[in-house]
């Protein structure tokens, strides 16, 4: 009797289990669905990355909104470029710090980060600083260097980029949080938000081969969506973007832009170089394609001075 | 010392120097750091005097370091510090495992005829012809090429069969790392020296190193004149032969009580061997037989030594000029002449002090170094080359020009780097996606690290890239990132002679700070 006694238990603690995970996950589609957030968009202005992000979060009812207890979340910096983070090319490492410490302490089980670099990927988690700042925060930083770590996918809806590798963290986690920098880019004027996903993909030249806007947008429709977006304006790139040549490209805007709505995002990031972002292709092609709203009079803003 | 202290102590510290070899040739970019590679490249022999006579200081005189370590020792240099040496002495092993035949050497008499007209030939060869017969036969270079061609892919194997179990726990300490490989053109001959030296070493010892290595000639005829020996008790010996079965170098004849000091590479297995403790290390003295040490033979090798020294200066004052131009097939990329490494200086210079040794090959982390075919004609095969194809120059990158140990490629630091401009940009519109596909694209003018090449107004609201050469430092960042096949609309062109590129474009941007949100 023992013996069967002990696997009704067991069998009982399965279901138990599976019901409780099975639950977590409807939860999170709730949750990233953003029912709990007051505003479409909320900028801060006037602070350091890290308290710019603590206000910002709060606004948005707080990352318990978009991550909950036990989930996997993936957040995505750029760290494209082998360059100090005073250059600004990469994402500011004390934001994605503050953002790591946010999701654990929302009861994530584990935050990862990584970015499918330009330069060598050695160089660039260490010289960006985000390396040593996620590893401080209890991130696991993971490679993006060898198309091993990639899987394809389909986005059936899509005009150009039908097909992709994407990393494997993308599709494993829960969560995917977007923490791009805003730069000034010589092609496609500027890179934000959704520019930040050529990061996550494998064959980047393939964008860059069969038209570069569409590209961007289309990636934008594959179902794995951020749910959230945190734009780094603190120091912006103004000129020879996305690389910059010196210190004199920076300019220090000192701001931050946290949305759910990747297009909205990237069209307010347009508006802080002063560019209308009905002038940059991808944004208007990804409005269009109804990804997002680029029409920022239409959203609630919540706006921000520090 | 006849105890077995010798021989363990050469058995312990060649294995360190063979690991870190192996290590540096492999895989170090992320354990060790530059500066103690130097310790151990210092004393390599040939390296060493190719540098000597480029810089003439003490800093590369780690050859004289040997010279005075085999007057005084013979040939410890070949058992201790060789990585060639050290690493026959593994494949030795492994044959004499695999059949014990392998390892019953016994005593054989000298290829005298086949050593010395190597020798002379390499000595020769380079005064008049260049660096060929060095590249060729450097053992130091020939043991890097080893590695690099053929154990580090199986190095990479185990490592990505480790990261591979480790990502499936979630552990991200090592990381999958590609197997490239290099132009099959290029494996010939780092084949043709890893088969000759493995099967050499599995069957016959040390026959490589007292046949064909010049090096070990060399050394063999200095060790002639050397303070300490083996030497054998005549008194003690019974004239088993165990000594000479063991010797690597087929040097000992037992039954005459001869060992032929200039084939002996100190490794001690005979000591170690003898019942009877016969055989000894230690000082000559005043005992010791002179019969063949007559003056001529000392005028010799005082002569080979003088040679050796003048011999990369003598290869460096040769006229070179241009390497043989290639040619690309197509009339749009006209690469005539390739691009040499970062602190080359120019490509002449670079050709008479490479030994091809193809540690910057390994450690570049951008695999952009290349080793070359006919790019630079015959003397520069296997030396490293810029191919954009397969990567780009990392803009604050220096590792190669830091750990070159002949000073073909000379330190430079980043701020010189960034100035030195080894080719130039070359745009072909007509291959490029915004014209030929009316989109956008930009991926060259993104990857530029100076903005010599820009985007500028094209058709409606698209832009179209442009260049400046004279801000170009030639890194190839923006031909690799090029997507365009299967012929790139923009390319880099070497410079014969590297130049100093003009700083780039600084100014202000027009944007400013923003008061409020633009929103």
Known sequence: MKRRGFFKTSLGAGIAAGAALSLGRYNRVWASNGTGAKYDLVAVMGGDPDEMFDLGIQELGGMGNFVSKGQRVLIKPNIGWDVTPDLAANTNPLLVKRIIEHCLKA??????????????????????????????AGAKVAPANSEKYYHEITIPTAVKLKNAKVHELLLETDVFINVPVLKDHSSTRITCAMKNAMGIVWNRGYWHANNLHQCIADYALFKKKPALNVIDCY????????????KEDV??????????DWVAGDAAAARMLGIAPEKIDY??????????????????????KM | MTSAFLRRLRIVFSAVVLVCFIYIFA???????????????????IPSIIKFIDI??????????????????????????????????????????????FRRFGYKRPHTVVRYSVLVLVIAGTFIWG???????????????????????????LNNFLAGILGRFDNYALHHLEIKGYNLMAYAIPAGFFILTGLLSLTKGRLYCNMICPVGTFLGLVSRLSLFRIKADENKCTRCGRCSVVCKSSC??????????????????????????????????????????????RRFIAGSIMLFLGLSGSGRAQERGIPVPRRESTVKEEKNCPVSPPGAGSISDFNNRCTACGLCISVCPNDVLQPAIMQYGLAGYMQPVMDYHKGFCQYNCTLCTEICPTFALKPLLPEAKKLTQIGKVIFIKDNCIVKTEKTACGACSEACPTKAVFMIPYEGSLVIPDTNQEICIGCGHCEFSCPTVPYKAIYVNGNPVHQASKKPDIGKPGVSVPDDFPF
Not at chain 2, 27 to 45: A, D, G, M, N, S
């Open chain 1, 235 to 246: 120091n912006v790139i103004a000129k020879h973007g996305p690389q910059g040549v010196s």
């Open chain 1, 283 to 304: 944004i208007l092609i990804a409005h269009k394609m109804g990804i997002g709203n680029i029409k920022l009079e239409s959203l609630n803003i919540k706006r921000i």
């Open chain 2, 27 to 45: 895989e170090f970019r992320t354990l060790i750091q530059p500066e103690y590679i130097k310790y151990l490249l210092y004393l390599q022999f």
């Open chain 2, 252 to 297: 000992i004849d037992f039954l005459n009580h001869e060992i032929d000091v200039s084939r002996c590479v100190n490794c001690f297995d005979c000591i170690y061997s003898c019942p009877d403790k016969a055989l000894s290390y230690g000082f000559i003295g005043n005992t010791r037989e002179e019969k063949k040490s007559d003056e001529s033979r």
């Open chain 2, 56 to 101: 003439k200081s003490l800093a590369a005189g780690g050859f004289l370091i040997v010279l005075l370590l085999t007057l005084v020792t013979g040939r410890t240099y070949c058992s201790f510090l060789c990585p060639l040496g050290i690493g026959q002495d593994v494949f030795s092993r492994i044959g004499g495992t695999i059949r014990k035949k």
């Open chain 1, 251 to 260: 300019v220090q805007m000192k701001s931050q832009i946290l949305t759910t």
């Open chain 1, 107 to 136: 009861g994530a089980r584990e935050v990862y980060i990584f970015d499918h670099t330009i330069d060598n990927w050695i160089n660039t988690y260490r010289n960006s600083g985000i390396e040593k700042a996620a590893k401080m």
């Open chain 2, 131 to 157: 660096m060929y017969f060095i590249n060729l036969l450097d053992p130091y270079s020939i043991f890097g090429r080893s590695i690099l061609f053929f154990i580090k892919p199986v190095i990479l194997v």
